[in-house]
Protein backbone atom coordinates (compact mmCIF):
# COMPACT_ATOMS: atom_id res chain seq x y z
CA UNK A 1 0.00 0.00 0.00
CA UNK A 2 1.00 3.34 -0.88
CA UNK A 3 1.74 5.83 2.24
CA UNK A 4 -0.88 8.47 3.06
CA UNK A 5 -2.65 10.77 2.28
CA UNK A 6 -4.24 8.89 -0.73
CA UNK A 7 -6.00 11.51 -3.28
CA UNK A 8 -8.52 10.74 -5.95
CA UNK A 9 -9.29 13.34 -8.48
CA UNK A 10 -12.70 12.55 -10.73
CA UNK A 11 -13.56 15.22 -13.29
CA UNK A 12 -18.03 15.70 -14.12
CA UNK A 13 -18.84 17.25 -17.64
CA UNK A 14 -22.31 17.92 -18.18
CA UNK A 15 -24.32 19.70 -20.78
CA UNK A 16 -27.84 22.03 -20.13
CA UNK A 17 -29.88 18.74 -20.51
CA UNK A 18 -28.82 15.21 -20.78
CA UNK A 19 -26.15 12.68 -18.41
CA UNK A 20 -23.38 13.82 -16.59
CA UNK A 21 -19.76 11.84 -17.68
CA UNK A 22 -17.70 10.96 -14.88
CA UNK A 23 -14.00 10.82 -15.75
CA UNK A 24 -10.93 9.67 -14.00
CA UNK A 25 -7.45 8.98 -15.38
CA UNK A 26 -7.36 5.67 -17.12
CA UNK A 27 -10.24 4.54 -15.81
CA UNK A 28 -13.48 3.51 -18.05
CA UNK A 29 -15.63 6.82 -18.21
CA UNK A 30 -19.36 6.41 -16.07
CA UNK A 31 -22.45 8.46 -17.12
CA UNK A 32 -25.23 9.34 -14.68
CA UNK A 33 -28.36 10.65 -14.34
CA UNK A 34 -30.73 12.37 -11.50
CA UNK A 35 -32.91 9.26 -10.07
CA UNK A 36 -36.84 9.12 -10.55
CA UNK A 37 -36.93 10.12 -6.75
CA UNK A 38 -35.88 13.80 -8.45
CA UNK A 39 -37.49 13.61 -11.05
CA UNK A 40 -34.38 12.02 -13.40
CA UNK A 41 -35.15 8.78 -15.87
CA UNK A 42 -34.25 6.97 -13.32
CA UNK A 43 -32.16 4.76 -15.82
CA UNK A 44 -28.92 5.86 -14.74
CA UNK A 45 -26.63 5.34 -11.68
CA UNK A 46 -27.15 8.21 -9.85
CA UNK A 47 -24.80 9.97 -7.42
CA UNK A 48 -27.22 8.29 -4.51
CA UNK A 49 -26.75 5.40 -5.98
CA UNK A 50 -23.12 5.56 -6.76
CA UNK A 51 -22.85 6.17 -2.56
CA UNK A 52 -24.73 3.60 -1.70
CA UNK A 53 -22.88 1.33 -4.31
CA UNK A 54 -19.64 2.84 -2.49
CA UNK A 55 -20.78 1.64 0.84
CA UNK A 56 -21.38 -1.99 -0.41
CA UNK A 57 -18.15 -2.23 -2.54
CA UNK A 58 -16.01 -1.42 0.20
CA UNK A 59 -17.66 -3.64 2.80
CA UNK A 60 -16.98 -6.37 0.14
CA UNK A 61 -13.34 -4.97 -0.78
CA UNK A 62 -12.56 -4.75 2.84
CA UNK A 63 -14.03 -8.32 4.09
CA UNK A 64 -11.51 -9.95 1.64
CA UNK A 65 -8.79 -8.43 3.40
CA UNK A 66 -10.17 -8.76 6.79
CA UNK A 67 -10.72 -12.51 6.01
CA UNK A 68 -7.16 -13.20 4.09
CA UNK A 69 -5.38 -11.21 7.36
CA UNK A 70 -6.91 -13.76 9.70
CA UNK A 71 -6.88 -16.61 7.53
CA UNK A 72 -10.79 -17.54 6.99
CA UNK A 73 -12.02 -19.44 4.34
CA UNK A 74 -14.86 -18.39 2.53
CA UNK A 75 -16.81 -18.96 -0.40
CA UNK A 76 -19.37 -16.13 -1.20
CA UNK A 77 -19.92 -12.84 0.09
CA UNK A 78 -23.73 -10.99 -1.12
CA UNK A 79 -23.81 -7.69 0.50
CA UNK A 80 -27.09 -5.50 0.22
CA UNK A 81 -27.28 -2.18 1.13
CA UNK A 82 -30.25 0.41 1.77
CA UNK A 83 -29.15 3.96 2.21
CA UNK A 84 -32.18 6.43 3.17
CA UNK A 85 -32.24 9.58 2.30
CA UNK A 86 -34.32 12.78 4.32
CA UNK A 87 -34.43 15.56 5.15
CA UNK A 88 -33.28 16.73 8.75
CA UNK A 89 -33.73 20.35 10.10
CA UNK A 90 -33.92 21.06 6.00
CA UNK A 91 -30.92 19.36 4.74
CA UNK A 92 -31.26 16.45 2.93
CA UNK A 93 -28.75 14.00 3.86
CA UNK A 94 -28.19 10.15 4.24
CA UNK A 95 -29.26 9.44 7.58
CA UNK A 96 -29.35 5.35 7.83
CA UNK A 97 -26.71 2.47 5.62
CA UNK A 98 -28.21 -1.25 6.33
CA UNK A 99 -25.98 -3.63 5.17
CA UNK A 100 -27.12 -6.74 5.02
CA UNK A 101 -24.25 -9.45 4.49
CA UNK A 102 -24.92 -13.02 3.21
CA UNK A 103 -21.48 -15.00 4.16
CA UNK A 104 -21.20 -18.54 2.87
CA UNK A 105 -18.24 -20.38 4.31
CA UNK A 106 -17.28 -24.07 4.35
CA UNK A 107 -19.17 -26.49 6.48
CA UNK A 108 -17.01 -26.64 9.83
CA UNK A 109 -15.70 -22.92 10.16
CA UNK A 110 -16.20 -20.69 13.18
CA UNK A 111 -19.71 -19.32 12.64
CA UNK A 112 -18.06 -16.68 15.40
CA UNK A 113 -14.91 -15.97 13.65
CA UNK A 114 -17.13 -15.44 10.64
CA UNK A 115 -19.21 -13.16 12.27
CA UNK A 116 -16.38 -10.86 13.58
CA UNK A 117 -14.43 -11.06 10.33
CA UNK A 118 -17.63 -9.29 8.90
CA UNK A 119 -18.20 -6.68 11.59
CA UNK A 120 -14.72 -6.30 11.63
CA UNK A 121 -15.46 -4.82 8.13
CA UNK A 122 -17.99 -3.01 8.72
CA UNK A 123 -15.97 -1.12 11.05
CA UNK A 124 -13.14 -1.02 9.14
CA UNK A 125 -14.59 0.13 5.98
CA UNK A 126 -13.01 3.80 4.77
CA UNK A 127 -16.46 5.06 2.77
CA UNK A 128 -18.59 3.96 6.12
CA UNK A 129 -15.95 5.56 8.21
CA UNK A 130 -16.53 8.83 6.20
CA UNK A 131 -20.06 9.28 6.71
CA UNK A 132 -21.90 10.84 9.46
CA UNK A 133 -25.23 8.49 9.03
CA UNK A 134 -25.63 5.53 10.52
CA UNK A 135 -24.39 2.08 9.76
CA UNK A 136 -26.67 -0.99 11.01
CA UNK A 137 -24.65 -4.36 10.15
CA UNK A 138 -27.33 -7.72 9.71
CA UNK A 139 -24.71 -10.54 9.36
CA UNK A 140 -25.41 -13.70 8.54
CA UNK A 141 -23.29 -16.92 7.83
CA UNK A 142 -24.14 -19.94 5.86
CA UNK A 143 -22.33 -23.04 5.67
CA UNK A 144 -21.87 -24.67 2.45
CA UNK A 145 -19.96 -27.87 1.09
CA UNK A 146 -17.61 -30.05 3.16
CA UNK A 147 -16.09 -29.82 6.22
CA UNK A 148 -12.84 -27.88 6.29
CA UNK A 149 -9.73 -28.97 8.26
CA UNK A 150 -6.35 -27.03 9.28
Known sequence: MQAFPHHYAVSATAAIDGDVELTSGALRALRSASPAEFD???????????????VADCFVLTFRAVARASKLPWASLECDVIGTLDRIERVTQFTTFEIRARLEVPAGTDADVARRALDKAEHNCLISNSLKAAIHLEPEVVFVGESVTH
Open 40 to 54: GPGDQWSPETFLVGA
